[in-house]
């Protein structure tokens, strides 16, 4: 880090008040240092570990969260602000919807029209911002996912757009655009897509959950049973198996388009080799997880509670000080 702490010794306390304040105290003499910033030295690069490894440190992530659980409104409603305008300005972009993420975010909290873009553009906008409050509910129930739940994610993106295609599953055949890639025949689709929902609700939930999410989008997607639409509603069914377990929103960066177009025609055109797009998810969830401890963690609220992870934190912090000296 480019800056030490000037004690050589950090205040060990195993009071989670007393850790919170230690880790507080550190980062006002250390205003140039963000605590995402600090997670990161923390934890181990991404690139040096095998996915069983990437996967145990995303545990640990979570573990640490989930002792600042339940999270408090103010701390819920800044996060879904953060997220639900990324979310949508990705996801759409990655489906060649023009419109920024700053004017994303002006659709969506000031309802404004944005000059030079379609109308669809706009509806697109709001249509995905209703599918995530819709997967945020079906998070919190206890009931399983399957078909009818995908089909109403599906309606609620394209209900003001193609109404007539909201929800139904396509009627002729279709191939992947830029690829040799043939979608399952349209009379499959019924079959297919009740065989996938027997999947999520008997094998998904023996699998990592990660996994189980990165899996899940790679079936759907592959069997692509609506005509269009299917790549964002493929990302919100992944994020609401994610967010079932306890994991954070994962983000698949509009910049990342052509590396996650390339992982899915790797897994298409090799036997079904998710590895690729496995580690785009894995990615994508480890920066939300640092993103959300860093401002739950730095949070008011949060002073009572996260003894696990304001140990760890202020044990490295102890650690750096000593090399310092």
Not at 98 to 126: D, F, N, P, R, Y
Not at 133 to 138: A, D, F, K, M, V
Not at 164 to 186: F, I, M, N, S
Not at 216 to 224: E, G, L, P, T
Request: hydrophobic share 40%.
């Amino acid at each position: 880090m480019s800056q030490r702490s000037s004690t050589s010794s950090l205040d060990l306390c195993p009071n989670a008040v007393k850790l919170y304040d230690t880790a507080l105290r550190w980062l006002k003499s250390h205003p140039s240092q963000r605590l995402d910033s600090v997670l990161l030295e923390i934890l181990a690069p991404i690139e040096t570990m095998d996915t069983a490894a990437q996967l145990a440190q995303l545990d640990q992530l979570k573990r640490w969260l989930d002792s600042f659980r339940p999270l408090p409104p103010a701390i819920l409603e800044e996060l879904k602000q953060r997220y639900d305008v990324r979310f949508t300005y990705n996801s759409n972009a990655i489906e060649g919807n023009t419109l920024t993420q700053s004017e994303t975010e002006l659709v969506l909290s000031k309802g404004i029209t944005i000059g030079g873009k379609t109308l669809a553009e706009h509806l697109e906008v709001i249509g995905h911002e209703e599918a995530i409050n819709y997967i945020e509910t079906l998070a919190q129930a206890q009931a399983p996912i399957g078909e009818w739940e995908i089909r109403q994610i599906h309606n609620l993106i394209l209900r003001k757009i193609s109404p007539a295609e909201a929800g139904q599953y396509r009627q002729l055949d279709v191939k992947a655009a830029g690829t040799e890639y043939v979608y399952p025949p349209h009379y499959q689709l019924p079959e297919l897509m009740s065989e996938f929902g027997g999947w999520l609700a008997a094998k998904a939930p023996n699998l990592h959950p990660v996994i189980a999410a990165t899996e899940a989008h790679y079936r759907f997607v592959s069997i692509h049973p609506f005509r269009d639409g299917n790549g964002r509603t493929g990302r919100l069914l992944m994020n609401l198996l994610l967010m079932k377990a306890g994991f954070p929103i994962a983000i698949i960066a509009n910049q990342q388009r052509q590396a996650y177009i390339e992982a899915l025609v790797q897994g298409q055109s090799s036997q079904d080799d998710m590895g690729p797009l496995l580690e785009i998810v894995i990615r994508a969830v480890r920066e939300s997880f640092v993103e959300t401890l860093a401002l739950v963690a730095s949070a008011a609220d949060s002073r009572s509670k996260g003894q696990p992870f304001y140990q760890e934190l202020v044990t490295f912090l102890n650690h750096e000080a000593n090399q310092s000296d």
